[in-house]
């Protein structure tokens, strides 16, 4: 008697598990690098205002910490007792590609609209607000520990982003996503 291997097949949508995998693989890396594609294309105009934004909201944040900060174009100044510091944004200090990535990584998972738009809902304020935190943290290491700031930039907060990203994917699958996805009869 023959043995049949059962293909284990996608929930509502009828299509084996590799090949729904492997499109989701493709439109998360094409949503991935469309979105970077636009963020180039927006030209120096849009990314001026991403940057004043983002030193606006660094700035409101200090203060409502107690730091005597103001800004000035896209640079925040500031000062405490421990001293003085000026963080220039730049386009790499806004939240635009952790978003992009959360982005790809929701809308190329195999899920329904309305679990996407919760996905989003959810995720693009975290992930706006954490970009936050972090900007007022590496403010705090250039004021306090400026020796420490680029290990603080570059090795810390980067990896931290990337993995806050992929956490609330994760949570967003495991806590929304399959909560809610319809039961096989």
């Given at each position: 008697?023959?043995?049949?291997?059962?293909?284990?097949?996608?929930?509502?949508?009828?299509?084996?598990?590799?090949r729904l995998l492997?499109?989701?693989?493709?439109?998360?890396?094409?949503?991935?690098?469309?979105?970077?594609v636009a963020l180039?294309?927006?030209?120096?105009?849009?990314?001026?205002?991403?940057?004043?934004?983002?030193?606006?909201?660094?700035?409101?944040?200090?203060?409502?910490?107690?730091?005597?900060?103001?800004?000035?174009?896209?640079?925040?100044?500031?000062?405490?007792?421990?001293?003085?510091?000026?963080?220039?944004?730049?386009?790499?200090?806004?939240?635009?590609?952790?978003?992009?990535?959360?982005?790809?990584?929701?809308?190329?998972?195999?899920?329904?609209?309305?679990?996407?738009?919760?996905?989003?809902?959810?995720?693009?304020?975290?992930?706006?607000?954490?970009?936050?935190?972090?900007?007022?943290?590496?403010?705090?290491?250039?004021?306090?520990?400026?020796?420490?700031?680029?290990?603080?930039?570059?090795?810390?907060?980067?990896?931290?982003?990337?993995?806050?990203?992929?956490?609330?994917?994760?949570?967003?699958?495991?806590?929304?996503?399959?909560?809610?996805?319809?039961?096989?009869?």
């Amino acid at each position: 008697m023959a043995r049949r291997r059962r293909r284990s097949r996608s929930a509502g949508r009828g299509e084996p598990a590799p090949r729904l995998l492997l499109r989701a693989w493709i439109l998360f890396l094409t949503i991935l690098v469309l979105g970077h594609v636009a963020l180039e294309a927006a030209g120096p105009r849009y990314e001026a205002r991403a940057n004043a934004l983002t030193a606006r909201t660094l700035d409101w944040a200090l203060s409502a910490l107690g730091v005597d900060s103001r800004m000035i174009g896209d640079t925040v100044t500031g000062s405490a007792a421990s001293g003085e510091f000026a963080l220039r944004i730049i386009r790499e200090c806004t939240a635009e590609s952790p978003l992009v990535l959360l982005l790809a990584a929701i809308l190329a998972y195999p899920c329904g609209l309305r679990e996407k738009a919760v996905g989003l809902a959810i995720g693009v304020p975290s992930i706006l607000l954490l970009n936050v935190v972090r900007l007022a943290s590496l403010f705090w290491v250039g004021i306090v520990r400026p020796d420490l700031f680029d290990a603080a930039h570059v090795l810390v907060w980067q990896s931290l982003m990337v993995l806050a990203v992929v956490g609330l994917w994760l949570l967003w699958v495991r806590q929304w996503v399959e909560r809610h996805a319809p039961r096989p009869a």
